[in-house]
């Protein structure tokens, strides 16, 4: 799941989803480093999907090592 700030996108340059990204920061475009609101959602979620991954892995290895 991409997201890209809206000068990256608008001029199809690869986004490193930093505020503000590298190809702003070298482009000396930062002040028009913005993310859509719907850009800020998707990272959100991505985030709480790895989180999820990382708390079951965890739970899958406590009950691993418990005893039974």
Do not use: G, W
């Not at 920061?25 to 990382?54: F, G, M, P």
Request: with cysteine; charged share 25%.
């Amino acid at each position: 799941m991409l997201t890209h700030s809206s000068q990256c996108k608008r001029l199809k340059l690869k986004c490193d989803r930093r505020t503000p990204c590298s190809s702003c920061l070298k482009r000396d475009t930062v002040q028009r480093c913005v993310y859509s609101q719907a850009a800020a959602e998707k990272v959100d979620v991505q985030t709480l999907h790895n989180r999820i991954i990382e708390i079951e892995r965890f739970i899958a290895q406590l009950q691993s090592t418990s005893p039974s």
